[in-house]
């Protein structure tokens, strides 16, 4: 899901660059659930192409699993395998628990508290090794695919989800504030993610050439795919309210590198009782595409 902009990041670093990169992923817990959940089209679908480069898994990783949307869509799609969701934060690890006891699927998820670099040695290998958007949390992203790569059986497939297009929701045109709100905001939110990325420990730069990373963890028959999701103006109430957290979240770690006229905007648009606020106008919609690179190992 390519709407990790203002995703936090596990290890708590201060305040560089004039951004605040330090985000609490127990607090995130919601967000990163309801998010899930509107992605869950595009989600399964992701899975159904995954079944195609396998032959029936029973045992998959989710490394960073978050609250688990996909670690049950896995177990929906694969009905013999084991799924095992890891991650390092406990709240988020309870979501997935609870998750999965309420779609009928506890039996076969467990959860390992465990973070990159250093994965235990007792989680053992899997057919399938999943990772969204927690690679680009690691300060050496070569040497975690690396290590994802690692614990694949033999002809296992590692599946990475990086990358992808900004998430848009807003016309360029909202009548309120400076035309192009959005193409601001993700210029901003791309340096956010620049500084989170040099804060993290061990911060190394390479090519993010996904497809040359993962056939330099080992891997080969590398390919990738897109998956897209659209969800039309009118939105329901449940997107509303995620795209309202996204932009407060917006409105309050990127105070410094707003300009007073874009702060004031998101200020209208995450007013409840706003007519032009996002739980209220009529044009808000979710556009979003995620892009999946694949990689073998040896068999
Ligand atoms: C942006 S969330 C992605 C959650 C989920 N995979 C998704 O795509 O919605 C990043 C996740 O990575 C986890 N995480 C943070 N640092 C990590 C690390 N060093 N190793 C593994 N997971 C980590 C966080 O706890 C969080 O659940």
């Known amino acids: 899901m390519s709407t990790d902009t203002t995703s936090g990041h596990g290890h708590g670093h201060g305040h560089g660059h004039g951004h605040d990169t ?15 959940e509107l992605h869950l089209p595009a989600l399964r679908s992701t899975a159904s192409r995954l079944a195609e ?12 699993s978050g609250p688990g949307v996909m670690t049950c869509v896995f177990a929906e799609i694969f009905p013999t395998a084991e799924v095992v969701a890891v ?6 690890l309870d979501r997935v628990v609870a998750r999965a006891d309420r779609l009928g699927v506890g039996k076969r998820v467990t959860t390992v508290q465990a973070e990159l670099p250093g994965l235990p040695g007792s989680l053992g290998t899997a057919d399938l090794v999943w990772s969204s958007r927690a690679v680009h949390h690691l300060g050496d992203q070569q040497a975690a695919l690396h290590e994802l790569a690692g614990v694949l059986r033999p002809s296992g497939v590692l599946a ?26 993700d210029a901003v939110q791309e340096s956010w993610f620049e500084a989170m990325r040099a804060e993290l420990p061990g911060a190394t730069s390479v090519i993010e050439d996904w497809p040359a990373m993962l056939t330099r963890a ?30 407060t979240r917006l409105r309050d770690t990127m105070t410094e590198a707003l300009d007073e006229d874009d702060h004031q905007t998101l200020g209208v648009l ?8 996002i739980l209220r106008r009529p044009d808000a919609f979710l556009l979003s595409a995620d892009s999946i690179f694949t990689g073998r190992a040896a068999g």
């Open 53 to 64: 480069l396998l032959t029936d898994p029973t045992r998959i990783f989710d490394i960073g």
């Open 270 to 277: 995450v007013d409840p009782d706003a007519a032009e606020g």
């Open 22 to 36: 330090e985000l609490d992923w127990e607090a995130m817990a919601d967000n990163l659930e309801t998010n899930g």
């Open 87 to 92: 991650d390092p934060t406990p709240g988020l």
């Open 160 to 185: 990475v989800s990086e990358a992808g297009l900004p998430m848009r929701y807003l016309p360029r045109d909202i009548g309120i504030g400076r035309p192009g709100l959005q193409a601001r905001l």
């Open 218 to 247: 080992g891997l080969t028959d590398v390919r990738s795919f897109a998956t897209l999701l659209d969800l039309p103006a009118p939105l329901t109430e449940t997107a509303r309210g995620y795209l309202r957290e996204h932009l």
